[in-house]
């Protein structure tokens, strides 16, 4: 029972890091929303948490609006 | 070495790109697909050349003229980036149109190869072009190719890297660049450009059929378009496509689908055993397993759904669609190209909401990222698919409902915005091409479909998962960090955070907390709210496997929930159009450019989405059982309090108005 709930544990831990990994390499990358296919078009202007400032260096800056 | 692709909206850039690059980019049969650069490297078998070639993929631009938005990125991109070589792609069958833009490019010093794009559709229309007059009279290589069967772009690609380091002399010389923000001189210029222009197409090209001939797809576009029968087609087109994702062929392969979840449920379940520790064995199998499974095995109909809305994105419907919204759209203050982004926003609302930066006016621009999310998003599907199958019989209006529901909610709040802000009604003109009608590609489609499946998949192992494990911990334990024994789970972690919100939504008819758990997580990411009502009511599929359809068993669901149809759609409506996932509000912020906005967007997205559902669930009491339902008076009192806000906000007096006041 001791050994099987180890392995269990290690399995379910495997997977929650492998998830995290992949959320924080996206987020590194630039990609908003994990898996979005469209999350690439422009990375520095779509960022996922609306305390991250865009940058200008992708689309129109304010002044050009 | 650095090559843009650059062209008018729609030409075929991006189709384009993804054939040389091997990359599935988003394209569809309409202006204004793409609204920032991409890149790539392009393919190994098409380079020549030992070292890399990096492809960028730019938004479609009419000039490089800096006023608007869009053509700004590409004015920008091709003065300061400063490419090896411009692939200019051109429309073949709209050259006159196109050609003001490639004698601009021609004017830049760099590089510039001309693809004569959709050439097979020269024939079709009875088009001849002189393509090495053109070549002559442009001083650059002019290739035809066909984007779609990977025509000439070898040879496109070896003439680019072949001019990469030639220079060439402009066969239209107008003002530079940094002139053209004098408005008077830069129309002057665009007219000499323009005429220019018309000479050279008189030489080069010779149409069997005047433009000024009405044209079979002229005379659909005044059925399909049409002011008055516009809407119905719509809907009817929506139904049909709900009907055969939700309720015919999604179902079908749904089912199928879910069969290999248990199955693979069953196996874990084996490979555990008897031995292992119930909290282990159920975080495994009902928080992750279960949770997520119950998640993917909406992915059928969503695949389905997405396969049928890129065949009517590729044969050109969509963007009929945007004529028809546009007049709309406009009573209500909002720009024509506002149903751009909302049309977008229906595969994800992140890409919709970016879209908006393409509308120049800024309330404008704003008001529509704000108005973005109510379009029910990809994400919503599932939500929309669970409660159309489990408690309506036919599916297909639920999800057609769903749709015209938010468009409605939109032109109400686009009003409640433009009254609010005070601005007066301008006159607002788009101009929007109308794409040729044409079959759509099965392959391409095939392609969107995959790459949203793949969106899904990635989603539901990495946000989905990590939630429905931390749901199913909180459900375990209490605040003591011990578990929650049987018939204790009010008691629970989750439990005990989610009932003060359940108060809240007892006047919406759904004032449990496992739903209101549901509902809070689904502000993560919409999925959630399938993946934590799977966990919290430990249901590990939606779909029933022994019958092929997907309301069998409905009832048991229904049952276990606890809800009525009426505040089953409350529950349904309330978290489609309250605020999106953060990751969606997270857009809006960097779109809207204003906190100011942004909060008052997402108290109007709470307002709206908590007064829907109170109408529909205490309306519809009323009508199914003859009596309002449970606290509709606390309700009405907050439903009143958002009413009374917007026209507190509406009616109080302008800064205009004050000042009059205060001299008086």
């Given at each position: 029972m001791m050994l099987t709930n180890i392995i269990l544990s290690l399995i379910l831990i495997a997977m929650v890091v492998l998830a995290i990994r992949k959320l924080i390499r996206d987020k590194q990358s630039g990609v908003p929303c994990a898996g979005c296919p469209q999350a690439k078009q422009c990375p520095s202007q779509a960022k996922a948490s609306p305390f991250i400032t865009v940058k200008p260096d992708c689309g129109p800056s304010r002044q050009d609006r | 070495m650095k090559i843009a692709l650059a062209g008018n909206p729609n030409s075929g850039k991006t189709t384009l790109f993804n054939a040389i690059t091997g990359h599935i980019e988003h394209v569809g049969n309409w202006a204004g697909v793409t609204v920032a650069k991409k890149e790539g490297d392009l393919k190994p078998e098409l380079n020549p050349t030992a070292s890399p070639l990096r492809i960028i993929d730019l938004p479609g631009a009419y000039s490089l003229s800096p006023f608007t938005s869009e053509e700004s990125i590409t004015s920008q991109f091709v003065q300061q980036e400063q490419p090896d070589v411009i692939i200019n792609i051109v429309d073949a069958t709209s050259l006159n149109r196109s050609l003001f833009f490639t004698t601009q490019l021609l004017e830049l010093g760099i590089p510039v190869v001309v693809a004569l794009n959709k050439s097979d559709l020269l024939s079709k229309k009875d088009i001849t072009i002189k393509v090495d007059l053109l070549a002559d009279r442009l001083h650059c290589p002019v290739v035809e190719t066909v984007s779609l069967d990977h025509t000439g772009l070898a040879e496109l690609i070896e003439q680019a890297i072949r001019h990469s380091d030639q220079r060439q002399s402009a066969p239209f010389q107008g003002v530079s660049i940094d002139q053209i923000t004098n408005k008077p001189l830069a129309e002057k210029n665009d007219r000499a450009r323009f005429r220019f222009?018309?000479?050279?197409?008189?030489?080069?090209?010779?149409?069997?059929?005047?433009?000024?001939?009405?044209?079979?797809?002229?005379?659909?576009?005044?059925?399909?378009?049409?002011?008055?029968?516009?809407?119905?087609?719509?809907?009817?087109?929506?139904?049909?496509?709900?009907?055969?994702?939700?309720?015919?062929?999604?179902?079908?392969?749904?089912?199928?689908?879910?069969?290999?979840?248990?199955?693979?449920?069953?196996?874990?379940?084996?490979?555990?055993?008897?031995?292992?520790?119930?909290?282990?064995?159920?975080?495994?199998?009902?928080?992750?397993?279960?949770?997520?499974?119950?998640?993917?095995?909406?992915?059928?109909?969503?695949?389905?759904?997405?396969?049928?809305?890129?065949?009517?994105?590729?044969?050109?419907?969509?963007?009929?669609?945007?004529?028809?919204?546009?007049?709309?759209?406009?009573?209500?203050?909002?720009?024509?190209?506002?149903?751009?982004p909302m049309i977008i926003g229906t595969g994800c609302a992140i890409p919709g909401i970016m879209a908006t930066r393409t509308i120049k006016n800024e309330r404008q621009r704003r008001t529509t990222a704000m108005l973005t999310p109510f379009m029910p998003c990809g994400a919503k599907l599932p939500i929309i698919a669970l409660f159309a199958g489990v408690f309506f019989e036919d599916a297909a209006w639920v999800g057609t409902t769903m749709y015209f529901a938010g468009i409605a909610i939109i032109i109400l709040g686009a009003l409640i915005v433009q009254r609010i802000t005070r601005e007066a009604p301008g006159r607002s003109f788009f101009l929007m091409e109308l794409p040729e009608y044409r079959w759509p590609s099965l392959k391409r489609a095939f392609m969107s479909m995959m790459a949203r499946a793949k969106a899904f998949i990635v989603k539901a192992a990495t946000i989905i998962l990590l939630c429905n494990a931390a749901i199913q911990l909180m459900q375990t334990f209490n605040w003591q960090l011990q578990l929650v024994e049987e018939g204790m789970q009010h008691t629970s972690i989750l439990a005990t955070i989610a009932s003060p919100f359940a108060i809240v939504f007892i006047p919406l008819g759904f004032g449990v907390w496992q739903l209101s758990a549901a509902a809070l997580t689904g502000f993560i990411a919409k999925e959630n709210v399938i993946g934590t009502l799977a966990v919290v009511y430990g249901i590990s599929n939606f779909i029933d496997t022994e019958e092929f359809v997907l309301i069998s068993g409905a009832a048991d669901v229904a049952a276990v929930m606890g809800l009525t149809s009426v505040s089953a759609l409350a529950y349904l409506m309330f978290n489609l159009f309250t605020p999106p996932c953060f990751a969606a509000i997270g857009a809006m912020n960097a779109e809207m450019e204003s906190a100011k906005w942004l909060w008052a967007g997402i108290g109007f997205q709470l307002g709206m989405g908590y007064s829907v559902a109170y109408v529909v669930y205490q309306v519809g009491s009323l009508i199914t059982q003859g009596h309002l339902g449970t606290g509709w008076l606390a309700g009405l009192i907050v439903v009143l309090g958002f009413l009374g806000l917007l026209i507190g906000l509406m009616l109080r007096p302008t800064k205009h108005q004050l000042g009059l006041k205060e001299a008086a």
């Open positions: - | 222009v018309d000479r050279l197409v008189e030489q080069v090209e010779k149409r069997a059929i005047s433009s000024r001939q009405q044209t079979r797809q002229d005379a659909i576009d005044r059925i399909v378009a049409n002011r008055f029968l516009g809407i119905p087609i719509f809907a009817l087109v929506i139904y049909l496509v709900f009907s055969i994702s939700q309720s015919w062929l999604g179902p079908w392969l749904a089912d199928t689908f879910v069969g290999w979840i248990d199955q693979v449920y069953e196996l874990v379940d084996s490979l555990i055993g008897s031995d292992v520790t119930p909290f282990l064995r159920s975080l495994m199998l009902d928080g992750i397993i279960g949770g997520v499974g119950a998640v993917v095995g909406f992915l059928p109909l969503i695949m389905v759904l997405f396969f049928l809305l890129a065949l009517l994105e590729d044969s050109g419907y969509m963007a009929r669609v945007a004529v028809v919204m546009d007049r709309y759209f406009k009573k209500v203050g909002l720009s024509g190209k506002s149903i751009i």
